[in-house]
């Protein structure tokens, strides 16, 4: 079935040092969401990327969808201790419906 | 209002008990979505309601039965579950029920099987 990967896993920074989070689907996707979950809190969305190579900011966020749309990132700049948590990627194939959620990866910013 | 209700917020029960799960929106979603979450892993789709008819089941024991009485809510009955099925219970919403728009999600309901 399908899959959708994400690496790293875990990623502990400074504060102030730049993130990226990297998300890998077996299949080719209509479409992508991102989303964040605090410890203890549940999924927010951030952001949709539809097209081929979209890129997306939100303030000190980077969204991209790979040319292949088989890929995204996430690249947070300058990162601070408000953004911790676990960054999710849920992908879309078409005609599913549904989103498959990736593995996560959880980001830690040391004060 | 943009909020996802559920309630109970915790849940204990034992093996033999039967227990309700309830979701509530007000945002005019006509699509409704339970997830199950274990803990340091992503949520895992279990049934989705698309205008108050149930469109997706992930092959859910039966033991987890939805029901969607109307369109702002959302419940799921509980019955002789296992240790294993002890989770974070995740309601979500999301407008048209196509599969195209934001997920809107509750806070969960963590549940604890004896």
């Known amino acids: 079935g399908q899959q959708v990967m994400q690496i790293p896993q875990y990623q502990h920074v400074q504060e102030g040092e730049d993130f990226t989070t990297y998300c890998n689907s077996s299949?080719?996707?209509?479409?992508i969401q991102w989303y964040k979950q605090r410890p203890g809190g549940h999924p927010v969305f951030l952001i949709q990327?539809?097209?081929?190579?979209e890129v997306k900011k939100q303030k000190r966020l980077t969204f991209q969808f790979g040319e292949a749309k088989k890929n995204s990132s996430l690249h947070i700049t300058a990162t601070q201790t408000t953004d911790v948590g676990t960054y999710f990627c849920?992908?879309?194939?078409?005609?599913?419906?549904?989103?498959?959620f990736g593995t996560g990866t959880r980001l830690k910013v040391l004060a | 209002d943009t909020e996802v209700t559920q309630t109970p917020k915790h849940l204990v029960m034992g093996m033999t008990n039967k227990k309700s799960l309830k979701c509530e929106q007000h945002?005019?979603?006509?699509?409704m979505y339970w997830y199950k979450q274990k803990a340091k892993k992503p949520p895992e789709l279990m049934f989705v309601?698309?205008?108050?008819?149930?469109?997706i089941n992930e092959s859910v024991p039966s033991r987890f039965s939805p029901e969607c009485p109307n369109s702002s809510l959302l419940n799921l009955h509980l019955h002789a579950l296992q240790p294993e099925d002890s989770a974070l219970y995740l309601c979500?919403?999301?407008?048209?029920?196509?599969?195209?728009?934001?997920?809107?999600f509750g806070s969960g309901t963590q549940l604890s099987v004896l």
């Open positions: 990327l539809v097209k081929s190579g």
């Open positions: 849920a992908g879309l194939t078409s005609g599913t419906y549904k989103y498959i």
């Open positions: 945002m005019g979603h006509r699509a």
């Open positions: 299949t080719t996707l209509s479409n």
């Open positions: 309601y698309s205008y108050e008819k149930l469109s």
């Open positions: 979500a919403s999301s407008q048209g029920g196509r599969g195209v728009e934001k997920l809107f």
